[in-house]
């Protein structure tokens, strides 16, 4: 038997590679031969645990629990549409998330019991902080009954003493036998009294609960009771019999009795002093002052303030605002002087006091040019400057006044002001009438006088200041420079050549003819003035335009009337205030200090003032806070009258109420300098009337911000903007919000859009045209439509859908319109007179025999402002 057969019947299987599988293919070769080749099929080996199960010889069982189970995953990640891995990643980010929420929860519950811990350990502080309280309360209470109790003994045992001394002398002058009997049987009955007295007192103060000494205590005496001696003496001062009986004069006074006896003592003293050296005080009463702030003011208490006043029936607090009255009766009745001031006197030394003339120095004349548009006020200083101004302007017309200083050839100086002449800059012109010493009243020689020449000189005439006619482009040939001059005389402008003393003078800015003769002019008139000032004290002046520049900030262009003006002084211009950071000329070069009639931009306040308002120079910054508080306190109080004026009667209510129904445009204006946005809303307020008109939302100088985006989305109103522009980020926010922004650089062009807007804002005009009579000659009753009445037209012509009146006995008795127009049972458009139809007015039937029908018609007329 060969060795495999012995293998076959030892019943051991082959060796062999387990997990094979093998099959026979049959392999085709070159000229038709064949080859049997055996193919075995290597099954894949499953790493892990799996495979060293197999391995190590263990049963299928927990293989075919793990084919199973990835067969259960492999379903169910095909039921979500998900691949294996994917599913696994999934369960393990759902392990791992619940394993952070278990995390979360454990220390969630860690910082509540730490919490709670912090708590209890709160609680128990808090308790015996309570307990240490109320242990120092009992003390303090023993200790002040223990004093009482000495200072009761103290004056019993006095009045014990008085008695024995009293008695012992009486005792002794007895001298008569039969007397000694009943004197010695009473001082036994004394002593006995005496004996049992201390010991009722001591039954009585035991049995109340009090614990006495007795002299000689029994050698056996009660253990049972504690011992007191390392206890606090807590019943030292307490009155007891023995007190009474025993000699006491170790016993000392309470440190809590001395404590207090002390402090009566010293209040006793200063009531005393203050009742004796009271002081009579001059106090300072304003409008409106707190009970706290007045009791100091007197150095009282304000708790006698109070107490005062509730006795006089009014209940107040130490917060609560007092009226000068009230605050003077008290001031009186507590024996101080009252000195009374207004609320407005924080303006008083503001502006100081005139200069004396021997500080005063001859200073260079102010002068503006004023005069009609297009007249050449402008094109007249570029001439007398050397360049050109005007070219700079938006379409030749000045926006807001320029203040140049130009030193002529004999080293004389003259400061310029121009104004605009354009109607809505009226207000400018009246600021710079009055910031000037002289007026140069333009006139163009071609075109003569014009309404805002008329206007250039009411200015000047209610500053008060001389005038210097200067009739421009005479080099025109149409020109005629005596006309103007006539035509000023009606007007009360009289020239010297017509017996006058008013100057005039021939120039032409653009030939730049005539100008040494103006020059000579302007400073003869200066002569005759005599303009003085004194620069050697703090700047006072006007200011004459403002604006907020996007690099510099708030810049307050300022004319030095008297004074210096120096870089760091405290500036103080309306309702705003700051300290000079720079100063620059018309040239944008630094200046370390202004003179009089100097003009110059302010660089450091804190914002844009008012142009026309007056500014100075202050001594400190808590000055100017107060002057700045006050004024828009002020301007807030103002403005808070006109949003809720109006009184309680009957006309006023009716007007608040019809004022309510004027439809109103909001608009917010933005312009380059605060002058120009208030021309712009001078002339905004004249294009309205009493049916529609502009409101104003807000107007400022500067460029269009995102909170004037914001503002102006808020309010449903347009941005004009005056030659200024919006930067990126409200731009953005415009379109994003859409708001319109419109830019101008003409104010002509600005109020032509907003009355072209008022005006489409207006009701349009309905205007009634008769058209015809009719009348009725008999009614029928027709189904489905109702009375229909048959009419002849006796005047004009009757249309369908006009406008009806039924007239009877010449009373109009409906108005409507006509719904149906027959002849012969057809609808016609219109009949004329002396024919016959049937009518039938709209929701009306009222209608009887020889009515006449009055027929009209109804246009609509747009209306203009």
Excluded at 15 to 41: C, D, M, N, P, Y
């Amino acid at each position: 038997m060969s060795d495999a057969d012995e293998r076959n019947n030892s019943g051991r299987k082959p060796l062999s590679l387990g997990g094979r599988s093998s099959g026979t293919v049959q392999q085709s070769f070159a000229r038709g031969r064949q080859k049997s080749v055996v193919v075995e099929k290597k099954r894949k080996r499953s790493g892990g645990p799996a495979g060293k199960d197999a391995a190590a010889g263990k049963s299928g069982a927990p293989q075919s629990q793990k084919d199973k189970a990835r067969a259960a995953l492999a379903a169910k990640a095909k039921q979500l549409g998900l691949s294996e891995e994917e599913l696994i990643k999934r369960q393990q980010a759902i392990l791992r998330a619940r394993a952070e929420q278990e995390e979360r929860a454990a220390k969630q519950k860690a910082d509540e019991e730490a919490r709670r811990a912090r708590e209890d350990e709160e609680r128990r502080a808090l308790e015996d902080m309570r307990k240490r309280e109320e242990e120092e309360r009992q003390r303090r209470e023993e200790e002040e009954r223990r004093a009482a109790a000495e200072a009761e003994a103290a004056r019993l045992a006095a009045e014990q003493a008085k008695k024995t001394k009293k008695s012992a002398p009486a005792a002794d002058a007895a001298e008569e036998p039969s007397a000694k009997t009943p004197s010695r049987k009473a001082d036994k009955s004394k002593d006995k009294t005496e004996r049992s007295e201390p010991e009722d007192n001591r039954n009585l103060l035991e049995s109340m609960g009090g614990r006495v000494k007795s002299k000689k205590a029994a050698p056996g005496g009660d253990k049972a009771q504690p011992s007191r001696t390392k206890e606090p003496k807590r019943r030292q001062g307490k009155l007891t019999i023995q007190n009474l009986v025993e000699d006491d004069e170790g016993r000392q006074r309470s440190l809590a009795s001395m404590r207090r006896a002390r402090e009566r003592e010293k209040q006793r003293r200063q009531q005393g002093g203050q009742s004796r050296d009271k002081v009579s005080r001059e106090v300072v009463v304003p409008e409106a002052i707190t009970v706290q702030d007045l009791a100091q003011r007197m150095a009282e208490r304000a708790a006698d303030v109070v107490k005062f006043l509730m006795t006089q029936g009014q209940m107040v607090r130490a917060n609560d605002m007092l009226d000068a009255d009230i605050a003077e009766l008290i001031v009186e009745e507590f024996g101080h002087t009252v000195k009374r001031v207004a609320e407005a006197d924080v303006e008083e030394g503001f502006i100081s006091e005139e200069d004396t003339e021997e500080s005063k120095q001859p200073r260079p004349p102010v002068v503006t040019v004023m005069g009609h548009v297009d007249h050449g006020k402008t094109s007249l200083l570029d001439a007398l400057r050397s360049t050109d101004v005007a070219a700079g302007e938006a379409g030749g017309i000045t926006q807001h006044i320029g203040a140049y200083q130009v030193a002529l050839k004999s080293g004389e100086k003259i400061t310029f002001l121009d104004t605009p002449g354009h109607a809505a800059f009226s207000s400018m012109r009246s600021r710079g009438a009055q910031a000037t010493d002289i007026v140069i009243l333009v006139v163009a020689a071609d075109d003569g006088v014009m309404p805002q020449t008329i206007e250039a000189i009411s200015h000047a005439k209610a500053a008060e200041v001389p005038m210097i006619v200067a009739v421009n482009k005479v080099d025109k040939p149409d020109s005629d420079p005596q006309k103007v001059l006539q035509e000023l005389l009606q007007y009360e402008v009289f020239v010297e050549d017509m017996g006058g003393d008013v100057q005039a003078v021939p120039v032409s800015a653009l030939k730049k003819t005539g100008l040494d003769e103006l020059t000579d002019a302007i400073n003869l008139q200066a002569e005759m003035l005599e303009l003085k000032a004194n620069p050697d004290r703090s700047a006072e002046g006007v200011v004459i335009e403002s604006q907020v520049d996007k690099g510099r900030g708030p810049v307050a262009t300022c004319l030095v009337k008297r004074g210096t003006l120096k870089r760091g002084d405290i500036v103080v211009a309306g309702a705003q205030w700051g300290k000079v950071r720079a100063l620059v000329n018309e040239r944008g070069q630094q200046m370390k200090e202004a003179g009089p009639s100097l003009p110059a931009e302010i660089l450091g306040l804190d914002g844009a003032p008012e142009p026309g308002e007056v500014f100075a120079v202050v001594e400190s910054e808590a000055r100017a806070r107060e002057l700045v508080e006050y004024r828009e306190r002020v301007k807030r109080d103002k403005a808070a009258a006109a949003r809720t004026g109006g009184g309680a009667s009957l006309e006023q209510m009716m007007a608040k109420l019809k004022s309510n129904e004027v439809q109103e445009l909001p608009l917010l204006i933005k312009a380059d300098v605060q002058g120009s946005a208030e021309a712009i809303i001078g002339a905004l307020e004249k294009v309205g009337n009493e049916e529609v008109q502009a409101k104003i939302v807000h107007s400022a100088a500067g460029g269009v911000s995102e909170s004037d985006v914001l503002l102006a989305q808020a309010s449903g109103s347009p941005i004009f903007a005056f030659n200024v522009r919006a930067n990126k980020q409200a731009r953005e926010l415009a379109e994003r919000e859409g708001v319109e922004i419109r830019y101008y650089s003409v104010i002509y062009d600005l109020i032509d859009d907003v009355k072209n807007t008022l005006e489409g804002m207006l009701a349009p005009e309905k205007r009634e045209t008769f058209i015809g009579y009719a009348q009725i000659l008999e009614v029928f009753n027709i189904t489905k439509v109702g009375r229909v009445a048959g009419c002849r037209v006796t005047e004009g012509v009757v249309k369908r859908g006009c406008g009806v009146r039924l007239l009877r006995d010449d009373t109009v008795i409906h108005e409507g319109n006509l719904s149906t127009l027959k002849r012969f049972k057809d609808e016609v458009p219109e009949v004329r007179a002396g024919t016959e139809c049937g009518m039938a007015f709209e929701n009306y039937h009222d209608i009887q025999v020889n009515d006449v029908i009055e027929c009209f018609e109804v246009q609509e007329i747009q209306r203009t402002l």
